[in-house]
């Protein structure tokens, strides 16, 4: 399977390079590109690991995209680089202060009807492309060290995907396949094309909109998917929408095109091991799901316990070895008197250890092996909780052995 390492904060640079090789690629949102121009390019430059740039285009479009993004320095750099030309914007000139201008940011959101000529939707379609090719290579200079990367353009390119449709009628739709359709004829020799399928978590129940949804996605010239079911978390979500979730995966498949899950857990991993998903991304100790109707923040304090395969606070991380006479964790940041007391880069890098080994379980070892797995932890709680005190830590486990029950994997 492949994973993609999700890169969204300065201080995860070592431990991405670090542990590079376990990686398919690196994805950085357009965001925090252009709020940290110059550091991040020049660190996709040298980390010398395949890049994908999210042009995160649905910032601009959601229905609450100005209250929740507008203030942000990232925002009228982003909507200049895209929309130049499409919406009147006012330019920064060279003797105006860049504060002054940044506090007149665009007030408008963008809307369906913005693209409903021709000429302006391959514009738009063109500059969100044209984004990714060159980003980061303008930004990097003469970086020598630049010409020795095995690619200096992106791994895949992503159309603009100006929604997470929330509605079976949703009139972006249409516009977001036209999007897809037009990067297919702007795209180059060699290049990739793999649009972002985003859709709010409650429309996995409606299979007449599922698919419409594949049929409408099956696209010629399309190499891959990347999906986004909108605030999908692994470990919250009940039987049913864990079952319909690897349902769209299933009927999507049937295109026969990779499926990267944009953002995933564990049981992504599982999905990716036994071929119904081809791979999944996430960040370090975050970005297994995402609301986009949120804004976003750093890792948590918390701790990955493996056996429940998520993180658990960390002031409790002592209590649930005891109780369970779990193994503590033999790495090299664990080896502290008080994991309560672990620092946090310290609790980053032991969660990619201990990912990187639940990906080589998956790999080496069946859906039954799995599922096998899966029952040893719920006897294990069983025998050590049955009060059910601490059952808050992993309900998840018993909901994931179900749909995986019937499921009908052959591998």
């Not at 003797?95 to 201008?101: L, M």
């Not at 419409?212 to 929408?241: A, M």
Request: hydrophobic share 35%.
């Amino acid at each position: 399977m492949d994973w993609y390492m999700r890169f969204n904060i300065m201080r995860e640079r070592p431990l991405i390079n670090r542990y590079k090789d376990n990686f398919a690629g690196i994805i950085v949102d357009a965001h925090v590109l252009e709020s940290f121009a110059g550091a991040t390019s020049r660190f996709l430059s040298t980390v010398k690991k395949p890049f994908i740039i999210d042009p995160v285009t649905y910032k601009f479009s959601t229905y609450n995209s100005l209250q929740l993004f507008s203030n942000k320095r990232w925002y009228p750099k982003l909507f200049t680089k895209f929309y130049d030309g499409i919406i009147e914007i006012k330019e920064l000139n060279e003797d105006e202060d860049e504060n002054e201008f940044l506090s007149e940011r665009p007030a408008i959101r963008i809307e369906p009807e913005h693209f409903e000529d021709e000429k302006i939707l391959k514009n738009y379609v063109n500059k969100v492309l044209s984004y990714q090719r060159t980003r980061v290579s303008e930004e990097s200079g003469d970086l020598k060290i630049f010409e020795d990367l095995p690619q200096s353009t992106p791994l895949i390119l992503i159309p603009p995907y100006d929604i997470i449709m929330k509605s079976i009628n949703d009139e972006w739709l249409t516009m977001n396949v036209e999007f897809v359709k037009k990067a297919i004829q702007l795209k180059n020799k060699d290049e990739k094309i793999f649009p972002v399928i985003a859709i709010y978590k409650d429309l996995i129940h409606r299979d007449d909109f599922i698919n419409n949804l594949v049929t409408k996605y099956n696209i010629d010239g399309v190499d891959g998917y990347f999906v986004w079911v909108s605030d999908f978390k692994e470990t919250r979500e009940d039987q049913n929408y864990l079952s319909n979730y690897f349902d769209f995966f299933r009927k999507l498949k049937s295109n026969n095109k990779p499926i990267i899950n944009f953002y995933g857990g564990y049981m992504s991993m599982v999905a990716s091991s036994t071929n119904i998903l081809d791979g999944f991304s996430s960040a370090i100790g975050y970005g297994e799901y995402r609301n986009p109707f949120t804004e976003g923040g750093p890792a948590p304090e918390q701790y990955y316990l493996d056996l429940f395969h998520t993180n658990v606070p960390k002031d409790e991380v002592n209590s649930l070895l005891t109780i369970t006479n779990h193994p503590r964790c033999n790495c090299e940041k664990c080896q502290i008197e008080d994991l309560e007391e672990i620092e946090l880069m310290d609790s980053l890098e032991h969660l990619l250890l201990t990912k990187i080994k639940e990906l080589q379980f998956l790999n080496s070892h069946n859906i039954n092996q799995i599922k096998q797995e899966l029952q040893n932890i719920i006897q294990t709680m069983e025998h050590v909780d049955e009060d059910h005190n601490l059952i808050t830590h992993y309900r998840h486990i018993s909901r994931w052995l179900e749909v995986l029950n019937n499921l009908d994997i052959k591998r």
